[in-house]
C-alpha cells in the first residue's frame, strides 16, 4: 500500500530491506545493485535526452491528465473497476471508505499540480492535444524510431492502462481511439514482449468493436 512507500506514493520496491520509491529511483537502484541492464545504454546522449523528456512529458502531464479522468471525472467506474481488486482481501470491506481517502488526496495533488485549476472543456482539450501528440512522436515504430529505450516503455504502460479501463478514463479513452497507429504499435509490443497477456479490444462506451477510422496527421 503506498502509505509504506518512502514518499507515500506507488510505485516502490522493498530488496532486502531496503525501500526506494519512485521508478526512476527504483531503476537506478536495481542497475546499481541487482545488474539490471540499462535499456538505454545504447542511446546517444541527444537520445537520452529525448528519452528523459518523452518520461517526463508523460509522467508529469499525461498522467495527471488521466489521474483526473478517472477519480475526478469517472470515480465510480474507477472504484468498481479498478480501485477494488487492487485492494487486499482484508481492506475490500473498506473500499469505499478507502477511495474517499485517496480521492480526496488525489484532488488536492490535481489542485497543487495545476491541471484541476482549469475549467472541464479546456482539460478536455489539453487530453486531445496529448492523444494526438503521441501519435505523432510513436508515429509507426514507437518513439525513437522504435529503438528500445524506456521512453517506449513509459509509452506502453500509459497507452495499455488506458486501452483496459474504457469506463474509467473515458475521455482519453475515445480520443486514442482516433490514431491507429497507438493500437497498432501498442498490439505489437504486448505480442512482442508480453506474449501471455493480452488487452481489451478497441470499444466503444457501451461495449461494442469500434471501427479504426482516423489517422494521425503531422
Known amino acids: 500500500m503506498a502509505p509504506r512507500a518512502p514518499t507515500g506514493k506507488v510505485p516502490y520496491i522493498t530488496i532486502r530491506n531496503k525501500t526506494i520509491g519512485d521508478s526512476t529511483l527504483c531503476y537506478q537502484y536495481l542497475q546499481k ?23 517526463a512529458w508523460i509522467e508529469e502531464w499525461c498522467y495527471f491528465l488521466l489521474l483526473w479522468d478517472r477519480y475526478i471525472e469517472n470515480p465510480k467506474a474507477t472504484k468498481e473497476g479498478f480501485f477494488r481488486n487492487a485492494l487486499p ?24 499540480q495545476g491541471v ?14 496529448a492523444a494526438k501528440n503521441l501519435s505523432v512522436l510513436c508515429g509507426e515504430n514507437g518513439f525513437l524510431d522504435g529503438r528500445a529505450a524506456t521512453a ?35 498490439d505489437g509490443m504486448i505480442a512482442k514482449y508480453f506474449a501471455e497477456r493480452s488487452i481489451l479490444p478497441v470499444q466503444n462506451l457501451d461495449g461494442r468493436e469500434k471501427q479504426r477510422v482516423q489517422t494521425a496527421k503531422t
Open 89 to 112: 482481501p482484508v481492506y475490500r470491506p473498506f473500499t469505499g471508505l478507502i477511495f474517499s481517502h485517496i480521492r480526496r488526496y488525489i484532488k488536492k495533488t490535481l489542485h497543487c
Open 116 to 129: 484541476s485549476r482549469h475549467t472541464k472543456p479546456e482539460i478536455l482539450m489539453f487530453i486531445g492535444d
Open 152 to 186: 517506449n516503455a513509459c509509452l506502453l504502460g500509459l497507452l495499455v492502462t488506458i486501452y483496459n479501463g474504457p469506463t474509467m478514463s473515458p475521455n482519453w479513452h475515445r480520443e486514442i481511439n482516433k490514431y491507429p497507429n497507438l493500437r497498432t504499435w501498442t
Open 33 to 55: 545493485h541487482e545488474k539490471v541492464a540499462d535499456v538505454d545504454a545504447h542511446l546517444t546522449t541527444e537520445e537520452r535526452a529525448l528519452t528523459a523528456s518523452h518520461k
